[in-house]
């Protein structure tokens, strides 16, 4: 095939799909300037609905990854990708083969269970309504129940770091800093949360803002995007992290997925050495 032909990629799930999606990810990440038609098929758990992905694969052939358990449904996948000669893989045929032996145990093939409604399930909950009331600076009198608080000037990510992070069941809250306006001593010296600063390259910075400001027709003052400006909120924020001995992470060429599994590792390590 050419460098620039198009590769048809179906992902197929008796669930969300959201274990073969970011497999899927992880691997393509790591091919440039590689063109991929993704086909998503999810709550894949009737022979009738398998047959329309079917006719969606005969019509767009291309490399089949599924996360099936039902053993009908996934015969009735991989007998018709045999006699259309297209390539089908498990994406968790490798990973359960090693825990059943591994375990000495054979694993249950329940759809689901992953999302069971459990006592997890209920605490992310929990910990995703904290975030949201405790987004940008908001109910600061209940913000040091937090396991973690991100601080940081605009556009430092903080919001979607919270979210991600309370996915995972922390309960996370974050205080912008706006010129001016001091972080409150009572908060920022509180022993129970793990503040963490959040900073950017501040060039970096001012071109975001500046896009901001163009996407929301946003009249505020220039100065929310002069790069002059932006370094003096960039040093001030950093005097505080410094001030309070919090870590800092630098978000410039981070995701967001990135930057939470730092902060976890910096959450792991403090509960640790605090048992």
């Not at 996934?74 to 990973?95: F, T, Y």
């Not at 163009?214 to 790069?227: G, P, S, V």
């Not at 040093?235 to 992290?241: E, G, I, K, L």
Request: aromatic residues 6%.
């Amino acid at each position: 095939m050419a460098q620039n032909d198009s590769f048809n990629l179906h992902l197929i799930s008796d669930s969300s799909g959201e274990t073969v999606t970011n497999i899927a990810r992880a691997c393509l990440v790591q091919y440039e300037k590689v063109n991929v038609d993704k086909h998503v098929w999810w709550l894949v758990r009737t022979p009738g609905q398998m047959n329309r992905v079917i006719e969606g694969i005969k019509h767009s052939p291309g490399l089949v990854v599924f996360t099936l358990l039902d053993r009908e449904i996934r015969e009735q996948l991989e007998k018709a990708c045999r006699e259309l000669h297209v390539q089908c893989i498990s994406a968790l045929d490798p990973v359960m083969k090693a825990f059943s032996h591994f375990f000495e145990r054979t694993a249950r093939s329940e759809i689901g269970k992953q999302h069971t409604l459990d006592d997890g399930y209920f605490d992310r909950i929990d910990a995703m309504h904290f975030a949201v009331q405790h987004d940008d600076g908001q109910s600061m009198q209940t913000m040091t129940d937090a396991d973690i608080v991100l601080v940081g000037v605009s556009r430092t990510s903080k919001t979607p770091t919270c979210m991600y992070l309370a996915n995972r069941g922390l309960w996370v809250g974050n205080i912008p800093l706006v010129p001016g306006i001091l972080v409150p001593e009572e908060i920022a010296a509180a022993p129970k949360p793990l503040f963490v600063g959040l900073t950017r390259d501040p060039k970096s910075l001012s071109d975001i803002r500046q896009n901001r400001l163009r996407i929301m027709k946003d009249d505020r003052t220039q100065d929310y995007a002069d790069l002059g400006k932006v370094r003096d909120e960039i040093t001030t924020s950093r005097r505080m992290f410094a001030k309070y001995g919090w870590p800092v992470i630098d978000v410039t060429r981070r995701s967001i997925e990135e930057t939470a599994a730092t902060i976890i590792q910096l959450y792991n390590q403090r509960n640790t050495s605090t048992t």
